[in-house]
């Protein structure tokens, strides 16, 4: 069974920087793509990014292209979200999860095995 689990996530201000991580348990880890979802209050889940398996190809919704980083580290299982200049258009509960099928680049729009949320807020 894999798990996901963010430490992280809280409050910042406009203009400044957070990193979240997502550190995956069970089941392979280094074979699948990994992407991050955020979901604001009324709003409808949304993609943010996806890195591939090796972290060479790495995809990001417009809103946060130039903004946000995506990496991964398969050693510790872990993907992060390096978040900057954050405005707070961003506020939302942030969200990972692993692409369906093996291999992948991040790029089907399917994915599974979500873990839990973490709230990050951007205010004054």
């Known amino acids: 069974q894999v798990q996901l689990k963010l430490p992280g996530g809280g409050l910042v201000q406009p203009g400044g920087s957070l990193t979240l991580s997502c550190v995956v348990s069970?089941?392979?880890?280094?074979?699948?793509?990994m992407g991050w979802f955020r979901q604001a209050p009324g709003k409808k889940r949304e993609f943010v990014a996806s890195i591939s398996r090796n972290g060479y190809t790495s995809n990001y919704a417009d809103s946060v292209k130039e903004r946000f980083t995506i990496s991964r580290a398969n050693a510790k299982m872990t993907v992060y979200l390096r978040m900057d200049s954050l405005e707070p258009e961003d506020t939302a509960v942030y969200c990972c999860a692993r692409e369906r099928t093996p291999y992948g680049l991040g790029t089907s729009g399917d994915f599974c095995s979500w873990g839990q949320g973490t709230q990050v807020t951007v205010s004054l």
């Open positions: 069970g089941g392979a880890f280094d074979i699948y793509a």
